[in-house]
Nanobody
Framework: QVQLVELGGGLVQAGGSLRLSCAAS????????MGWFRQVPGKEREIVAT????????YYTDSVKGRFTISVDNGKNTAYLQMNSLKPEDTAVYYC????????????????WGQGTQVTVSS
């Protein structure tokens, strides 16, 4: 029933940009906290960015601050991650996440995950 469908991953050269999208269905999108995580082989999945509903407050992990922007479009039931000035160390599988409770999202146990999309940044 609930789906988070991710698009926009791909191969890009260092310094380039990509925009990931996460189209949500089967849930009341505007009621859900949204976030993006990423994971590389041998490493734990890490939080990248989150956005709080109502306040619109955003969080970014230090390594992406100033380069990545999380946003939501309620009219399209879609969350985005705009990634600029990409670096090889950004290479990972990126996962969209949704949970009505921000604390659960922050803790890495959201109610729903996207399927993941590969982002590869070449040097």
């Amino acid at each position: 029933q609930v789906q988070l469908v991710e698009l926009g991953g791909g191969l890009v050269q260092a310094g380039g940009s990509l925009r990931l999208s996460c189209a949500a269905s089967g849930l009341a999108f505007s009621s859900y906290q949204m976030g993006w995580f990423r994971q590389v082989p041998g490493k734990e999945r890490e939080i990248v960015a989150t956005i709080r509903r109502f306040s619109g407050s955003t969080y970014y992990t230090d390594s992406v601050k100033g380069r990545f922007t999380i946003s939501v479009d309620n009219g399209k039931n879609t969350a985005y991650l705009q990634m600029n000035s990409l670096k090889p160390e950004d290479t990972a599988v990126y996962y969209c996440a949704a949970d009505r409770n921000y604390n659960d999202l922050w803790a890495g146990r959201p109610a729903y995950w996207g399927q993941g999309t590969q982002v590869t940044v070449s040097s």
